[in-house]
């Protein structure tokens, strides 16, 4: 058994991985290990294909046999890989069926005849169809006859009836009927040469099978064997053939559809009963539909005939329409009554005859239709429905629709049987009225489901406050407590304090607002109630904030982490950390607890400057940076090193402009030539020694013991000019810029790490004037 992968080391993790790249997937264990992955192994490790099998074979799976691991050569690489390509998946034990497809795609990509190819898969343990099943030449077209839904097509079943219909693109268009027939002829003809079995069924195919099976069931479908056979398409089919139901089920049967309609079939279909089981464009009734009743109701608007008739005609039809009592009759504003549009119900587009009716539906198709709200009631009673809300008798107007609709403009959907608290308030603050006046309104209308909350309710609501009370879905309900972004967030968007909006949905009637919120807004409360200080990102957690979001808040809003750490606790949230006043002036470039902030780029020159303000040792300083969330966008291991103590010099080193202030070189960087040579003329010291401190604290310095403070106007004209080998005209337009010879400037460049050409330089240095530079070599 072999052992788990990550047992072991990283060149045998590339090895049993399947894309070798030490990572998951990685090769099964109870499977053999294909020809394919030891050859693609032995091309990209660089090794022989015998080595990598024995390494396999050593580590515990099952591979190739020897002598097939030396037969195989680099180019059988591309026979082996599936998906014409040289990479994973290979071909295994478990593709057999797919080798004829396969080695029509890779004969056609290799520009070789299918027979060779399929002989070398043989002999490379595949065996397969054989070489001289496969016609000597292959066009562009048998590449997708081999395909089907994008898969390669097995060859250990025969053909099927749906492939060649999409192949040959044949629908069963009467007009179309000899030139589709003709076509899917061909198509089983070149499948028989390509060396697959074609369904027996299929050879007699005829242009009225065309027509049976190239029908939508449903927009651009195809009717498929392994899905159940709609009625209606029965029956259209039958009606388009002048056939009888049944005949076309049994032929439909002998073409490998087994799941067929229910039941007794009748023995003919008219045009009639075809358009009597339409829905719609391209809808149609199922035989078990459990929106039947809708249905009746406008075949009969339709037709003219009664509701009873067209269920009776339905049911001879096969379909199941249960035998209840029926209106006498049927409208187009009957089919508008049963549509529920207005309320969109969970039963979809149509009212349920045992579900209560909502009461907003009514209201809205009496408005609709310009009658009573009560006569809809008792025309929608005579349709079958029984369970109705208690309307007005009287007709509804504009602001009726309006206060029903959700947002106060009269649009569908409307509020179906409960009125929110949040929708009453928002009525009361646009129409003046009390809200208490607003719940009765909507009692009237017949809504019997008015959320008010207990205890005192204002007597006016301002539109601004009647906003607070909103959400992205809905409204707040009064019983629940109200969450703490919801505050922030409002209070944020009027530009007033979050303890303000607190104590204005206290008045509307929230008892469970939370309380010792800021007195003061603040323009970084979104930022800091969100997750990655993104306003589209959701809410953050009111516990266990961490610094890491702290920081990306500061660095979001140009604040510092002990500012935002202050501001949420203020709001109700936990941070990781307890704020302390000397985070200011850790938070602060220059450690004097104001702007410019350190951000998420700090370093040792930071904590040295900071420790010696706050009289705290350097390594106290790091911790409580790294608290604060410095280190979690660093790289390193942002330790205080261990330098035999520190100097004063040491800020000023570790300061990027060499004047002991920020900002600061970071950890475990490299700083450059140019920055050694800057501290050593502001030190007094050797660069030498500078490069020597530099790596006591942390820092990756290498400096030539023949560099000088002097080579600093050198090294700064170099430094801008980049790369490391340089031509003889950049070298004369550096003398030029610093006022020494070129002999001068290419003895001293080796020093700073550039090579010159060795050439003799003249020792002459240049005079004022313009330099004209040449890229050479």
């Known amino acids: ?241 002048e056939r009888a139901p049944h005949e076309v089920a049994a032929r439909l049967r002998e073409f490998g559809y087994r799941s067929l309609p229910e039941g007794e079939l009748p023995r003919s279909v008219t045009q009639e009963d075809v358009e009597l089981v339409e829905r719609g464009w391209n809808s149609w009734l199922a035989q078990d539909d459990r929106n039947w009743f809708p249905h009746v109701v406008m075949a009969a608007a339709r037709t003219g005939e009664s509701p009873a008739h067209v269920a009776r005609r339905l049911r001879a039809l096969g379909f199941t329409v249960p035998e209840t009592a029926l209106p006498e009759e049927a409208s187009a504003g009957d089919v508008d009554l049963i549509d529920g549009e207005p309320v969109r119900g969970e039963n979809g587009s ?60 009269g649009a569908a959907p409307v509020l179906k049987d409960t009125v929110p608290w949040g929708r009453v308030v928002r009525a009361a603050a646009g129409s003046g009225a009390t809200p208490r006046e607003v719940a009765d309104r909507y009692r009237e209308l017949g809504y019997t489901d008015v959320v008010v909350p207990d205890g005192p309710l204002p007597d006016t609501v301002p539109a601004q406050d009647a906003l607070l009370a909103t959400t992205d879905t809905g409204w707040l309900p009064p019983e629940a407590a109200v969450p703490v972004p919801h505050v922030v967030r409002r209070a944020h968007e009027q530009g007033i304090a979050p303890a303000e909006a607190a104590r204005r949905l206290r008045a509307l009637g929230y008892p469970d607002v939370p309380s010792g919120l800021p007195e003061t807004a603040h323009p970084g409360d979104l930022a800091m109630i969100h997750e990655e200080a993104r306003s589209d990102r959701p809410y953050l957690p009111l516990t266990g904030v961490g610094a890491r979001h702290v920081q990306t808040v500061a ?33 602060s470039r220059d450690a004097d607890g104001r702007a410019p902030w350190v951000g998420r780029e700090w370093g040792l020159g930071h904590v040295l400057l900071a420790a010696r303000v706050l009289g705290r040792t350097p390594e106290e300083v790091a911790d409580r940076c790294r608290e604060l969330g410095y280190g979690a966008f660093q790289f390193g291991s942002c330790e205080v090193p261990d330098a035999g103590g520190f100097e004063d010099d040491d800020i000023v080193l570790l300061s990027a402009h060499c004047d002991g202030r920020g900002p600061w070189l970071t950890w475990e960087r490299s700083p450059s030539l140019v920055h050694v040579l800057r501290c050593a003329r502001a030190t007094g010291r050797s ?17 030539s013991p023949h560099v000088e403070v002097a080579d600093l106007g050198l090294a700064e004209a170099v430094d801008r000019r980049g790369g490391r080998h340089w031509g003889t005209g950049e070298l004369l337009a550096v003398a030029s810029r610093t006022g020494r010879s070129p002999a001068e400037v290419a003895a001293r460049l080796p020093f700073l790490g550039f090579q010159v050409p060795g050439l003799p330089y003249p020792q002459r240095r240049p005079g004022p004037g313009t330099v004209r530079v040449s890229r050479t070599g």
């Open 687 to 703: 660069p030498q020694q500078i490069a020597e401190r530099l790596t006591r604290l942390g820092l990756h310095v290498m400096v």
């Open 1 to 241: 058994m072999p052992r788990p992968a990550t047992d072991l080391d990283d060149h045998d993790r590339r090895l049993v991985s399947r894309d070798l790249d030490a990572r998951k997937p990685w090769l099964d264990p109870d499977e053999p290990v294909a020809l394919g992955h030891v050859l693609y192994a032995a091309g990209e490790l660089g090794r022989d294909p015998g080595e990598i099998g024995s390494r396999l074979a050593e580590l515990g799976y099952r591979v190739p046999p020897a002598d097939l691991l030396a037969a195989a050569r680099p180019d059988d690489l591309p026979l082996l890989g599936i998906g014409n390509h040289s990479r994973p998946p290979w071909l295994g034990p478990d593709d057999t069926a797919l080798l004829r497809a396969h080695v029509v795609w890779t004969a056609d990509r290799l520009k070789q005849p299918p027979a060779r190819i399929a002989a070398r898969l043989v002999e490379l343990g595949h065996p397969g169809p054989a070489p001289d099943s496969f016609p000597e030449q292959l066009t562009t077209a048998d590449l997708y006859l081999v395909r089907a839904d994008d898969r390669l097509l097995p060859d250990d079943v025969p053909v099927g009836v749906l492939h060649l219909l999409k192949a040959a693109n044949a629908w069963g268009e009467p007009q179309e009927a000899e030139r589709e027939l003709a076509a899917v002829v061909a198509v089983r003809t070149r499948m028989t040469e390509l060396g697959y079995r074609v369904d027996p069924v299929v050879m007699g195919i005829t242009a009225a099978d065309l027509t049976l099976l190239g029908q939508e069931p449903g927009y651009g479908d195809r009717l498929r064997p392994d899905l159940p056979v709609p009625l209606h398409y029965v029956l259209r089919v039958a009606r388009k053939l």
């Open 555 to 587: 660095d979001v809003l140009g604040s510092s982490p002990h500012e935002v750490a202050l501001r949420m606790a203020a709001l109700g949230y936990a941070p990781a950390f307890t704020p302390h006043p000397d985070d200011a002036v850790l938070a």
């Open 350 to 409: 149509w009212l349920s005859r045992t579900e209560p009716v909502p009461a907003g539906h009514v209201l809205f198709r009496a408005h609709e239709q310009k009658r009573s709200a009560a006569s809809v009631a008792a025309r929608l009673r005579e349709l079958g429905y029984t369970r109705l809300p208690d309307v007005p008798d009287r007709d509804i107007t504009s602001d009726d629709i309006r206060l029903v609709s959700p947002h106060g403009d």
